[in-house]
């Protein structure tokens, strides 16, 4: 079993700056791919930045102001979240995939608001 743990999140003005981080732990063979989905209230989840074997993925909305980078040897993701707007307040949620599961944390809720 893997357990997926982020952190990071928290209140910041328009504008302002978030580092979210995410670990995996527990049996650990090989993560392939790691990434951030986030979901607001009465929205459906959706892809914000992943990685896999140092090939990014961004959603169009975050393109230039979000960075998403790995240490593979911390089995740990970070989320680099800039020029924060309010239409980025929702809860991000980390994944990590081992072989053909897919692992998710608990989310951690951005807030953007001044």
């Known amino acids: 079993q893997v357990q997926v743990v982020e952190s990071g999140g928290g209140l910041v003005q328009p504008g302002g700056s978030l580092r979210l981080s995410c670990g995996a732990s527990?049996?650990?063979?090989?993560?392939?791919?790691m990434g951030w989905y986030r979901q607001a209230p009465g929205k459906q989840r959706e892809l914000v930045a992943a990685i896999s074997s140092g090939t990014t993925t961004y959603a169009d909305s975050v393109k230039g102001r979000f960075t998403i980078s790995r240490d593979n040897d911390k089995n740990t993701v970070y989320l680099q979240m800039s020029s924060l707007k309010p239409e980025d307040t929702a809860v991000y949620y980390c994944y990590a995939d081992q072989i053909a599961n897919r692992y998710w944390g608990q989310g951690t809720q951005v807030t953007v608001s001044s």
């Open positions: 527990g049996i650990i063979v090989r993560i392939h791919a």
